[in-house]
């Protein structure tokens, strides 16, 4: 069994940063494909970058050129660096696994792990 711990959210201006984290423990993640899905308030869980075992990676057209998703295979982590936040960018911020490339059109409900998310509040 595989547990992720997603944090880094918080608190910040539009226009800021913030990087989120996904820790794992119980197994390494080194195989598998991961993924960032994100909730707002009032709306459904949606898809928001994905990262394949091999490192090719898969973005929501709203966050293309200003999140990036990566890896690191030593400390069983992945990252969502999150630059030109704006206000609807706000959410809870879920990390995922699954033995499936996670990308545009795959569902929270399917993936084979998930975390308990991590708020992220941007202001305007």
């Known amino acids: 069994q595989v547990h992720l711990v997603e944090s880094g959210g918080g608190l910040v201006q539009a226009g800021g940063s913030l990087r989120l984290s996904c820790a794992a423990s119980?197994?390494?993640?080194?195989?598998?494909?991961m993924g960032w899905f994100r909730q707002a308030p009032g709306k459904e869980r949606d898809f928001v970058a994905g990262?394949?075992?091999?490192?090719?990676?898969y973005y929501t057209d709203s966050v293309k050129g200003r999140f990036a998703i990566s890896r690191d295979a030593a400390r069983n982590t992945v990252y969502l660096q999150m630059n030109s936040l704006k206000p609807e960018d706000t959410a809870v911020y879920y990390c995922?696994?699954?033995?499936?490339?996670?990308?545009?059109?795959?569902?929270?409900?399917?993936?084979?792990?998930r975390g308990k998310g991590t708020l992220v509040t941007v202001s305007s």
């Open positions: 995922a696994g699954d033995s499936m490339v996670v990308r545009p059109g795959s569902v929270w409900d399917a993936m084979d792990y």
């Open positions: 119980g197994r390494t993640l080194n195989t598998r494909n």
């Open positions: 990262i394949t075992w091999s490192g090719g990676t």
